[in-house]
Antibody
Framework: QVQLTESGPGLVHPSETLSLTCTVS????????VYWVRQPSGKGLEWMGRMRYNGDTSYNSALKSRLSISRDTSKNQVFLKMNSLQTDDTGTYYCTRGFAYWGQGTLVTVSS | DVVLTQTPPTLSATIGQSVSISCRSS???????????LHWLLQRPGQSPQLLIYSVSRLESGVPNRFSGSGSGTDFTLKISGVEAEDLGVYYC?????????FGGGTKLELK
C-alpha cells in the first residue's frame, strides 16, 4: 500500500539549514508527484513545494529563495532543504502524494 | 498567488445537523484543460489531513457519501448531510489549478 514517512532532526538552531527526507513505498516517484506541506503549531496548512514525477520542481514564492527539493528515485526518497531557519519556521512538516496520501508529519522546532 | 477564503472560520453543529462550508477563490480555478482542481480536506485533532473531495465534487474512495462538494469558477461549497461525531476537526479547501497551490484558512467544526 502507499506510504510516506518523513524523517529529520526535531530541533534546528536559528539561521541553520533544515534537512528532511520523505521515504515512500507502494508507488514510484517517476509516476507521481510529491508535495511538501507545513503547519505551524495551532495554525493552518501551507504548501511549500513539489517534486513532479518528471523531476521538475516548483516552490511557494514566499519560500523560494530558501527552499530546495530534490529526490533519489533509487532510494524512493524526496528531500527538502531550507536554509536560514527562524523561530516562525517551527511546526509540523508533511509530505503528501497529491493530497490523497499523507505522511504522519515530523515536528521541527527552531530554537537556540 | 491565489487566495482562498473560507467561511465561516468556526462552525458549531449538533449530531445529525446538515452544515455547509464556503470556499471563495480570488480567481477562477478552471484550468485551461477544462478541469477544476479544488479539493477538500479534513484534519482531525492530532492527525494528518485526509482528502474528502477532489476536483470540486468527486468523493475520495472510502469517504462517506454524507460529504458532497459543489461549485464552479470562484465559489465552492462543502456540505455535510448529517454531522457525525467523527466529522469534528478542521476543514480546508486547497487549489491545484494555479501554481503555487494554496490552502484556505480552515473551518473548525465543533459540537454545539
Amino acid at each position: 500500500q502507499v506510504q510516506l514517512t518523513e524523517s529529520g532532526p526535531g530541533l534546528v538552531h536559528p539561521s541553520e539549514t533544515l534537512s528532511l527526507t520523505c521515504t515512500v513505498s507502494g508507488f514510484s516517484l517517476t509516476g507521481y508527484s510529491v508535495y511538501w506541506v507545513r503547519q505551524p503549531s495551532g495554525k493552518g496548512l501551507e504548501w511549500m513545494g513539489r517534486m513532479r514525477y518528471n523531476g521538475d520542481t516548483s516552490y511557494n514564492s514566499a519560500l523560494k529563495s530558501r527552499l530546495s527539493i530534490s529526490r533519489d528515485t533509487s532510494k524512493n526518497q524526496v528531500f527538502l532543504k531550507m536554509n536560514s531557519l527562524q523561530t516562525d519556521d517551527t511546526g509540523t512538516y508533511y509530505c503528501t502524494r497529491g493530497f490523497a496520501y499523507w505522511g504522519q508529519g515530523t515536528l521541527v522546532t527552531v530554537s537556540s | 498567488d491565489v487566495v482562498l477564503t473560507q467561511t465561516p472560520p468556526t462552525l458549531s453543529a449538533t449530531i445529525g445537523q446538515s452544515v455547509s462550508i464556503s470556499c471563495r477563490s480570488s480567481q477562477s480555478l478552471l484550468h485551461s484543460n477544462g478541469n477544476t482542481y479544488l479539493h477538500w480536506l479534513l484534519q482531525r485533532p492530532g492527525q494528518s489531513p485526509q482528502l474528502l473531495i477532489y476536483s470540486v465534487s468527486r468523493l475520495e474512495s472510502g469517504v462517506p457519501n454524507r460529504f458532497s462538494g459543489s461549485g464552479s469558477g470562484t465559489d465552492f461549497t462543502l456540505k455535510i448531510s448529517g454531522v457525525e461525531a467523527e466529522d469534528l476537526g478542521v476543514y480546508y479547501c486547497v487549489q491545484g489549478t494555479h501554481a503555487p497551490w494554496t490552502f484556505g484558512g480552515g473551518t473548525k467544526l465543533e459540537l454545539k
